[in-house]
């Protein structure tokens, strides 16, 4: 069985209040862009997992993707298991698209994909609500990787509510450098609101004018709405990625944010043709490791075999 779950840009992320469990409330809205991971099951004894592709060393990147119970996917098995009552007996395969670290849910797609393949199986039955329950306990973003789509998320970004996109959207991803540690981005975002160097999360931006411009668009208004609370952050972790931005935006991209925690630098087309031409010139300009071209909305995790 084979399942396949999309990469996320947020084209509005919203950060609240530091919570008491340690997460901060927010306000976003994700799309799923055409990136995907794939994860392969098997039957076996036992649980084993192999990985192969981006962020594994093979690939010319950091190998930063475990292969052990430290990994999502394999957390994602035996929460199934525990959840059906039956045996955690799997090999896993995960194929990578998505880098790690880069602020795409990489990690998180691979764990919606492996709950869905888990699932067929193993014969479980599990609902989409029951599939969407266990996502929350894995990841802040693995429900919105099983959903897919447009959707706004709050609380913690687990509580989705889905959201009419109309058209389609035209970006390229430009993955720059090392990756970046969630936690130690909402870190340095604590730290600088406790100094005063960034406005506190008492009053979060509307998501009002980021969900009117995706539904009928056009590119200018998708582009004046994009935010992002942890860019900021981001930008002093790595203030390369300042000129990283600016590079897209000279090159023709309609804006460039940083894809949720970054470091990714996601650069808005106008259309498929302005994306192709986008990826050329970032691919040429020695800023990026990676370049892709890529579209959304797409659908969340599902079985493609
Ligand atoms: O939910 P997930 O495991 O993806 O979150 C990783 C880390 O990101 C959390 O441990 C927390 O430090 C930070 N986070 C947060 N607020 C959120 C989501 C994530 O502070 N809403």
């Known amino acids: 069985m084979t399942a396949r779950a999309p990469a996320k840009v947020n084209v509005h992320l919203g950060v609240g209040p530091l919570r008491a469990d ?14 995907f991971d794939t994860v392969t099951v098997r039957r076996a004894e036992g649980l084993s997992l192999s990985v192969r592709g981006e962020g594994t060393g093979s690939s010319g990147g950091p190998a930063s993707v475990p292969t052990d119970q430290r990994n999502l996917v394999w957390q994602a098995a035996e929460l199934l298991a525990r959840h059906a009552g ?7 395969t ?12 990489g990690g998180s797609a691979d764990a919606a994909a492996t709950l869905v393949a888990l699932d067929a199986l193993w014969g479980t039955r599990a609902t989409r609500g029951d599939l969407a329950a266990l996502a929350a306990v894995l990841g802040s973003d693995v429900p919105f990787s099983l959903l897919g789509g447009v959707a706004l998320g709050t609380g913690r970004g687990e509580r989705l509510t889905p959201v009419l996109a109309r058209r389609r959207w035209d970006w390229v991803l430009g993955i720059a450098g ?20 960034l406005p506190d999360g008492g009053l979060m931006a509307a998501t009002g004018p980021v969900l009117a411009a ?17 860019q900021a952050p981001a930008l002093r972790l790595r203030p390369e990625l300042d000129r990283a931005m600016r590079v897209a935006t000279e090159a023709g991209a309609r804006a460039a944010l940083v894809s949720g925690s970054g470091p990714t630098v996601a650069a808005l087309a106008e259309d498929e043709d302005g994306a192709v031409r986008l990826a050329d010139e970032l691919a040429g300009a020695g800023v990026f490791r990676t370049v892709r071209a890529v579209h959304g909305p797409v659908h969340g995790a599902r079985l493609v075999g």
Request: proline letters at 4%.
């Open 94 to 105: 995960v194929d990578k698209s998505i880098p790690a670290a880069a602020g795409l849910a």
């Open 214 to 230: 995706l539904h009928s668009g056009p590119a200018s208004a998708l582009a004046a709405a994009l935010h992002n609370d942890l």
């Open 22 to 35: 340690g997460f901060h409330e927010l306000e976003t809205v994700f799309l799923a862009v055409s990136l």
């Open 178 to 197: 090392e990756g970046l540690s969630t936690p130690t981005v909402y870190g340095e975002l604590d730290a600088q609101r406790a100094a005063g160097t």
């Open 86 to 92: 039956v045996a955690a007996d799997a090999h896993l």
